[in-house]
């Protein structure tokens, strides 16, 4: 075995889960991860935790979903599975993108409906989303499986505690401010964080974070103005969307622009009154993501861009009691912030092209 | 896909298991088992089950038992998975039959011992053991892929309801019958069945049945004597085991030589006072079962067969209240009664050379 998927087990189970003797503990074990389970099920058993693996695969997704008559009901033991776990891996790698690109939307929004316990029940263990990489996936990316293997390695492979020390320096400057700006081309972007918690997204369950790969500082803006342009191309249900611009006045999307994908953006925006206001803040602070692959797992935390996301916020990001912005959808867009761009923080710039000002190299201001 | 693996779905859970709309299903899905758990996943999808699929993966088992300090420990979001299921449906099928052949025997029997609710649960809901055929299952029964899968389709795909009917004329003997005597070459063993129950093994949950395929009959004898030979070759913990022969006095085996795999009996006789006894004596009525292919699933339920267990009797078989033989194994041994052979309950013969007395062709007393 690749001695790297031993050391992807190993930070998964120990930085991001911090799974210790007894934890009862979910593994999630995608079509294509099989070599990834078995090293995580080593990294468990060596820690004395109690597994569970259960199987998602696209395919037999697509094959229960299509088959069903259509009034999905909650799996009852799935449920229970959760509500008793710890903590729940979920090791992703699929064989084809597109496994479930022939059930409908309607059927497929039917069953997310019937599931929302079960959803819940998941997002309220230390859960963490991670993935193996397969040939799939390096499809989907655009580069050679040995290529692409290479790149995760070297977005999950990081010194995740230097990270988190450097990530929480924009932590406590967008926690103390009251606005942020982003200008590039064409992009000049107002926005209000005033009150807001940022999220120091280190790629573990101690800092609330999720997902591994992470390594993005997030918060939940509002009250945006101005324009923005998103020039890193992306999928988006299934749809290809590239360049797209958002003007927003009084808070909400007025007028939009796409390159391609305008009718996945328009649908996106036509989803509720949330779809147009902004849920989300990202700074993506991962510099051993260094590319696009088409995967928002990764591409959202690219060194040196930042995304913006149409509809919900995340909880941890909002005063106790305050519901932020509300919406069924949670779509992010990103902006490559390396070149002629700066981001400011009530007027004091925190980071121009793509460096940040307690960097060597930073451009004087 | 094969139009084979959407019949062996459609009989798994509409013969099998009697799937309901409703009904919560779990469905444990071998390391080889993907084209069947999509299929099965299609014909629960359209009869309205929920379901939740698990991995059962030997690789993932062998790397988590290895690396575990031994202090196993029930897995508790496993326990209530079965705990809320309604049905299980194991589509076993691996890639390698050896492939926790390097787990010690005390670190397996200690996780059995943790595991033994999660066990139980399981066994109280309509389970259902098959096999999706896999290049590995394929090997160990010394056939080609093609061959086997033949083999396979052919000991599924049967007319359960008619294999059912004929069945129940034997239990119907064996449920009123008092004494049974098997006689072949080196074989003459007599054992009593007063009182116990048969049970028609015809692959259905509502036949107390739980292994597809299936077609046997089988009880709970005791008090044999004689001397039995059991002349199909087959493996036992990982040896390889051939012409058994066990000579019981006063019920218990007293006596025994084989041409291999000598140990690894006397292991099983060794294991406590009830491995010495009988715990089971199963007639094999399934004719799509026409050769040995190493894999007890297929081998005791061939027919023209019979298979006696050294060990723990099943409760089916036994009157309320009493429990039977006791024993830490289960152990099947199989003679062929195709030739020269004859079994008899209370003096008349029911089967002679593989003909049963109600069919043609059976030869006259």
Redesign the interface.
Known sequence: MDERIREHADVLVDWSARIES?D?V?VS?A?GA?DL???V??????R?A????????D???R???????G?F?????????????DAVLFLGGGRNTFATADVDGETRQAAARANRPVREARLATDWVSTVHPTRSLAQQAGMSFEAYREFVYDAILRDWEALAGEMARLKRILDDGSEVRLVSADTDLTMSIEGRTAVNSAASVAYDSHNLPSGEVFTAPYDPEGVVRFDVPMTISGARVRDVTLRFEGGEVVDFDAAAGAEAIADILDTDGGARRLGELGIGMNRGIDRVTDNILFDEKMGDTVHLALGRAYEACLPAGEPGNDSAVHVDLITDMSEESRLEVDGEVVQRNGRFRWEEGSAPE
Do not use: I, Q
């Open positions: 007894g009862d979910v074990v079509e099989h389970a078995v090293a099920a080593a990294a468990l058993g060596e004395g109690n597994v569970v693996t259960t199987y998602a695969s395919e037999v997704s094959a229960y979903l299509r088959a069903h008559p009034d009901d909650v799996a009852d033991p799935e449920l229970a599975l959760y509500e008793r776990a």
